[in-house]
């Protein structure tokens, strides 16, 4: 019986040996930002940084995460502008018939 114990990870300390994806920095992360604030500019360039094989794994799941909060805010704003509009249409007797 052999009494040595190998290790679980390899000595060096790596404990994974898949490439990793660049760091987004924080001047990266701020200019993301003040891009994003940009209204039609900044819904573009979140489809250009969800499906882009230039941009880092990070910032591409943030992308599409926050492409999927702006449809499901855009989605229900247009419901309750349209609730609204109904609401305000039959306050204003828009209904009448004469």
């Known amino acids: 019986m052999d009494s040595t114990i190998t290790p679980a990870y390899p000595a060096g300390g790596a404990y994974d040996s898949r490439p990793q994806s660049p760091t987004v920095s924080v001047g990266d992360w701020i200019i993301t930002y003040l891009i994003m604030c940009i209204p039609v500019v900044g819904v573009v360039m979140?489809?250009?940084w969800a499906f882009s094989r230039s941009t880092p794994p990070s910032?591409?799941?943030w992308?599409?995460?926050a492409l999927f909060v702006t449809i499901i805010f855009m989605v229900l704003?247009?419901?309750f502008a349209g609730?609204?509009?109904?609401?305000l249409s039959t306050m204003?007797?828009?209904h009448r018939v004469y």
């Not at 609730?83 to 609401?87: E, F």
Request: proline share 0%; no cysteine.
């Open 63 to 65: 992308a599409k995460a």
């Open 92 to 94: 204003s007797g828009g």
């Open 83 to 87: 609730s609204l509009i109904a609401l």
């Open 59 to 61: 910032k591409a799941n």
């Open 77 to 79: 704003g247009f419901f």
């Open 46 to 48: 979140l489809f250009v």
